[in-house]
């Protein structure tokens, strides 16, 4: 992927992925495609790294086990972290991630101008 600044125009090799790079993209879109693992993405990046309990999560619209489900799939492909506490998982957005999200909100908002 480029390493330009996300205002850097792309000279094109920044689109150049790797076969394994394309199956991990893919992965990403589809898992994301989901609008209840997209709201909690996004909740949990509103807590600038901060570790958020399931439980605090529970407010999307669907039962507390499938918040779990979804936020394991996040987990699964790297986009957050847990760790378990007792019989309490608390869950972070990876700052890497939080920073790649925060990049493209803000070039959709320039988009859109």
Known sequence: MCQQGAG???DGTCLELSPA???WWSTVFKTLGDPVRLH???HLAEHRGAEVAVHELADVGVSQATVSHHLKRLRCIGLIESRREGRHI???LGDEVRSALMQIL???SRVGA
Do not use: S, T
């Open 106 to 108: 803000h070039q959709r």
């Open 40 to 42: 909690l993405l996004m």
């Open 8 to 10: 850097a125009l792309c």
């Open 21 to 23: 790079d394309m199956v």
């Open 90 to 92: 608390y869950y972070r």
